[in-house]
């Protein structure tokens, strides 16, 4: 598989009243064409602020990029002028947002919204746009686009809403579609249907997709991969298997505990229930392991300095000192008094 994506030490900052909020602190993924990865954690870890930044989109006046880089196909897109980056976004990487509501125009006919993304990027002409709008329409289960195509958004239920939107995203063939929390809006049934056609777009047009949530039922229907990621850090990463069946991030075995049925076909009893304690303040993020506070293995080091990231396999890394060869296994930890 050819890499599609990469992702290298970004950091992103918010100025706000209060100072510089530190978000986004060194993260580092990749995605190869054809593959689905899933970046994974609480709300206010940094993995929005991440897609953003790939995409260009956080607020000028208020975002600050203070590092790292960021390459598709091999060039830099981090900071790209704003008309190369439309450009982009239009031809080569797709956004899928989680409100269909607000991302679609009230005013406006849904087939309409699609066949002016399809114009920005084309130079169909007016039968061959209603064609490829129809065609859209179908892919992604539309039934009787004819008739939907004259609709509004407040005519179609909230999971139809979705695939216009859906729509709209593939209608330049993206070789990557970020869907940032696409079903977290939609009712559990629905749900499924829609990463039923992610991933069935996945396979039939082997579209890389990023996809944002903090859902490990949706993680387990849909990627291949997974980064977790922790306080504007990745503390984990690996393949599906491995970061569920031999998780190396006490944080990661926290939300796998708090998920009750992760496995395939459970997906709707496998939302978070929250890891006691609070995340880190990132105005002032600690020097050392940003989930020290909230870990029951923390040890002296972990205060003190960040655990380097340590791999396990050639595809799965974590950054925890419990890694590192000296330090106790975690049965020596429990004996010497932890609780686990
Ligand atoms: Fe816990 Fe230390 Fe590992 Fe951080 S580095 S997760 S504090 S054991």
Redesign the pocket.
């Known amino acids: 598989m050819s890499r599609l994506l990469e992702v290298n030490d970004l950091k992103v900052s918010f100025k706000t009243y209060g100072g510089e909020v530190k978000a986004v602190r060194g993260v580092d993924f990749h995605i190869d064409q054809g593959e689905v990865l899933a970046i994974v954690g609480e709300s206010g870890c940094g993995k929005s602020v991440t897609a953003q930044s790939i995409m260009g989109l956080l607020p000028k006046k208020v975002s600050m990029i203070k590092g790292g880089s960021v390459t598709f196909n091999g060039e830099e897109i981090l900071g790209l002028p704003k008309k190369k980056m439309q450009k982009l976004k239009g031809s080569e990487i797709g956004l899928i947002s989680q409100d269909p509501m607000t991302s679609l125009n009230p005013t406006m006919r849904i087939g309409s919204q699609i066949a002016e993304a399809i114009k920005k990027h084309t130079n169909y002409s007016k039968s061959q746009v209603y064609a490829r709008v129809i065609e859209l329409l179908h892919l992604v289960g539309i039934p009787n686009p004819e008739k939907r195509y004259k609709q509004y958004p407040h005519e179609l239920s909230g999971g139809m809403r979705q695939r216009v939107l859906i729509a709209m995203a593939l209608s330049c063939e993206p070789k990557l579609l970020i869907a940032d929390e696409p079903t977290t809006a939609l009712d559990v049934t629905i749900q499924a249907q829609i990463l039923d056609l992610l991933k069935d777009i996945q396979k039939r047009l082997d579209t890389s997709i990023i996809l944002i949530t903090h859902d490990l039922g949706v993680v387990a229907e849909v990627a291949q991969r997974v980064a977790v990621m922790y306080a504007g850090v990745v503390i984990e990463s690996g393949e599906v298997e491995e970061i569920f069946e031999a998780p190396k991030?006490?944080?990661t075995w926290g939300l796998l505990h708090s998920v009750p049925k992760y496995e395939k076909g459970n997906h709707e009893k496998s939302r978070l229930v929250p890891i006691e304690g609070s995340p880190p303040d990132l105005f002032a993020p600690p020097v050392g392991?940003p989930?020290?506070a909230r870990?029951e293995?923390?040890?002296e080091i972990?205060v003190d300095q960040m655990?380097d990231v340590t791999k396990s396999s050639p595809t799965h890394s974590a950054?925890?000192?419990?890694n590192d060869s000296q330090a106790p296994s975690v049965k020596d930890f429990v004996a010497a008094g932890g609780e686990r």
Do not use: G, T
């Not at 950054?319 to 419990?322: E, K, T």
């Open positions: 991030h006490p944080y392991c989930f020290a870990c293995y923390a040890m972990c655990p950054r925890c000192w419990l």
